[in-house]
């Protein structure tokens, strides 16, 4: 196996202790953005675990996707790269060599390599891995014995069978893909939990977001503001209606906590084996989810509740001043890959284009990371289904660019972060238009 006794990275020196590699287990949820967590401030939601992994760990605050739908992200995770190099538009299989994603590096490195539940980026290619169970698409399934199980639970039960069933000699990296809290698109409840949660939430009113109105839909620009666009059409499936809201986000949020859960359940099998002190802890989500804000739903387009979702790390490195901290930086999931191969002490391929993220948590120097970032999303369909969307992403302000129909918006984050009143045309803004447009323009080139 290829790996180094001691790792000098300038930033930090690992010491000989972590000369062993590290395992890894990726917790990767689905359709779930950065509040739906208790310890993000969500006033309904629990999430007991994840709020104890926070507290070991470190939560990122301002993590965001490159580009927010299922299969892409799912892509550019594998990858480390951006839709425009690894050129996986939707669902298909990305043109990047298997052998320079990460579990091909951890693969041909020495790990026992599984893959858990969803995939979504064209043929499952289970023979790539040491332990592989693809599925997806439905919340209610049959088990090996023909028994009814809910995805989540099939989830936990091959999670436990792979970390029970591997070689104790090697270093085992596991993906856990969760479907949930994906909707189950063509069932018209849409969110179907477990029969045991529908417990939960059942006497709370879930809070009704302030802009999803007709006058906040109608802002947007007219190829999405109209009733053919997915994220109106979807909006009509789930929330169009009081009862219908409240219904539907129980519903969601009763499936998040069953992820929450069997992430526990999962954490607990590494303490039981005594591994959990040498093994990289990630939990993270494809993209964020619209929870009815401008009078839509799902994800797709450039808006904070589409792009930002939680990050989690637990990593065996970290010292105790870190640990239960948040982190500010900029985070994206392209940085996962090299981030991951990282800290197995695996080389990290030329053509991935994000960075390790480990020396935000263990350098005690400040790290030069990125303020901005290129977001891009293809048309899906056509453009009256959902159209390509493109972004200049910063904290503090946002330009979007509409590429099938030339259309730019400009949005000032700190005194508009509902994304609510589009600057683009203010003359006020033209420099800054202008300026932005450009930066636009040079990381759009840099993401092929």
């Not at 300038?10 to 917790?27: D, E, F, H, Q, R």
């Not at 239960?324 to 930086?329: D, E, L, M, R, S």
């Not at 695996?346 to 020396?359: C, F, I, S, T, W």
């Not at 636009?440 to 080139?445: A, K, V, Y």
Request: aromatic letters at 12%; hydrophobic letters at 40%; glycine letters at 6%.
């Amino acid at each position: 196996m290829r790996f180094a006794a001691v790792l000098c990275l300038g930033w930090v020196t690992v010491s000989a202790a972590w000369a062993k590699p590290m395992n890894i287990v990726l917790l990767y949820a689905d359709d779930w953005r950065h509040d739906s967590l208790g310890v993000a401030g969500n006033p309904v939601l629990k999430t007991p675990v994840l709020d104890t992994l926070s507290a070991k760990g470190v939560r990122f605050t301002e993590n965001r996707v490159t580009t927010a739908i299922c299969g892409v992200s799912r892509a550019t995770l594998l990858t480390g790269q951006w839709m425009s190099r690894h050129g996986n538009e939707a669902f298909q299989m990305f043109r990047t060599p298997w052998e320079q994603t990460f579990p091909g590096v951890l693969r041909e490195s020495g790990y026992h390599l599984g893959h858990v539940g969803k995939w979504h980026c064209g043929k499952f290619p289970a023979k790539r891995f040491d332990f592989a169970r693809a599925y997806s698409g439905k919340h209610w399934m049959k088990d090996e014995q023909g028994n009814d199980i809910h995805v989540t639970a099939k989830n936990e039960k091959d999670s436990l069978e792979f970390l029970r069933g591997r070689p104790k000699d090697k270093p085992f990296c596991l993906t856990v893909a969760f479907f949930a809290t994906h909707a189950e698109d063509a069932n018209p409840e849409q969110f179907l939990p477990q029969k045991e949660s529908m417990g939960l939430y059942a006497d709370q009113v879930i809070p009704v977001p302030p802009n999803m109105t007709d006058e906040s839909f109608r802002r947007l620009p007219p190829f999405i503001a109209n009733e053919k666009n997915e994220g109106r059409v979807r909006w009509h499936w789930r929330f169009d209606e009081p009862e219908k809201y409240q219904r539907m986000m129980r519903n969601y949020y009763r499936m998040a906590s069953e992820v929450d859960a069997t992430c526990g359940r999962i954490l607990e099998e590494l303490d039981r084996q005594n591994v959990r002190g040498e093994t990289l802890v990630i939990f993270t989500t494809d993209n964020g989810f619209f929870h009815g804000e401008h009078g839509l739903a799902d994800k797709w387009y450039p808006h904070q509740e589409s792009i930002r979702v939680p990050l989690i790390v637990d990593d065996p490195r970290m010292g105790a001043a870190v640990r239960g901290k948040t982190n500010v930086a900029l985070t994206l999931n392209v940085d996962l890959a090299p981030t991951i191969l990282s800290a197995a002490g695996a080389e990290v391929p030329e053509g991935m284009q994000g960075r390790d993220m480990a020396p935000l948590y263990l350098s005690s120097d400040p790290v030069d990371w990125r303020s901005e970032y290129f977001y891009e999303h293809a048309t899906i369909r056509n453009t009256d289904f959902i159209p390509a969307s493109q972004a200049l992403v910063r904290k503090d302000w946002k330009y979007f660019h509409w590429p099938d129909f030339r259309k730019e918006q400009l949005f000032d984050l700190t005194n508009d972060p509902r994304e609510e009143n589009d600057l683009a045309g203010d003359p006020a803004q033209a420099g800054r238009l202008a300026e932005m447009r450009e930066r636009f323009r040079e990381l759009r080139e840099a993401a092929k």
